[in-house]
């Protein structure tokens, strides 16, 4: 089955820095990878995705991925943090095992943005 | 609609007791699915809609839970005999072209039994 791992439980970060929030895949074939954000008492947003082509990524509000094979990796990005971006942050994989269709989620990454 | 609207926000109900959760996808999409998030969890699939049939239910975690989708558009998840550890938020999303590009999710049913 398809996979991904969020390694960190929270990531804090002051407003103006860079972000990084990490995703790591296992996968069988050709990754289909998704980055979604929680506020909270909402619904999944979607931010990005990942199917072929470029390794970077651009996604909404400012963020980007970059897809990296080697390191079966999908880590997002922003150059720099605003305090509105604090949200739970979930990576996701798209699963065809079993002639299903489904995105598999990770088990979220909270973030922090801090003045 | 505009979005995926999900009735009631949120539902109160006692051990043992029936509900349904209702899900209107946006209009068009042909593919539906059901998920379940627990308090500080990754959504977990439930089902997969294609159409008016269930194209994937293996997520669905006993014969408690059910799922149908009569026309094609609005879904309705049925729990018989809910028990406390039911008590989750309830996600539904849709999309077009089988989901290739993602979904939409809604703002989920928040099911609490007591």
């Known amino acids: 089955a398809q996979s991904v791992a969020q390694p960190e439980d929270q990531v804090n970060v002051a407003e103006g820095n860079p972000l990084t929030v990490k995703c790591t895949y296992s996968v069988s074939g050709n990754p289909y990878l998704f980055w979604y954000v929680q506020y909270p008492n909402r619904g999944l947003q979607f931010l990005l995705k990942y199917i072929t082509g470029d390794n970077l990524v651009k996604g909404s509000y400012g963020f980007e991925a970059e897809f990296n094979k080697s390191q079966t990796s999908f880590h997002l990005k922003k150059p720099s943090a605003l305090v509105s971006d604090s949200a739970l942050y979930f990576c996701a994989v798209r699963d065809f095992t079993g002639g299903g269709n489904k995105l598999t989620f990770g088990t979220g990454t909270q973030l922090k943005v801090e003045l | 609609g505009a979005g995926v609207s999900q009735t009631p926000s949120n539902k109160v109900t006692e051990k043992g007791k029936y509900v349904e959760l209702r899900c209107d996808p946006i209009s068009g999409h042909t593919a539906l699915y059901w998920y379940r998030q627990s308090l500080g969890q990754g959504p977990e699939f439930l089902i997969y809609?294609?159409?008016?049939?269930?194209?994937?239910d293996s997520g669905l975690p006993n014969d408690r839970f059910f799922a149908v989708r009569p026309e094609g558009s609005v879904s309705t998840l049925k729990i018989q005999r809910t028990e406390r550890g039911d008590s989750a938020v309830y996600l539904c999303?849709?999309?077009?072209?089988?989901?290739?590009?993602?979904?939409?999710f809604g703002s989920g049913t928040r099911l609490t039994v007591v």
């Open positions: 999303a849709s999309s077009s072209q089988g989901g290739v590009y993602g979904y939409t």
């Open positions: 809609f294609q159409g008016t049939g269930a194209a994937d």
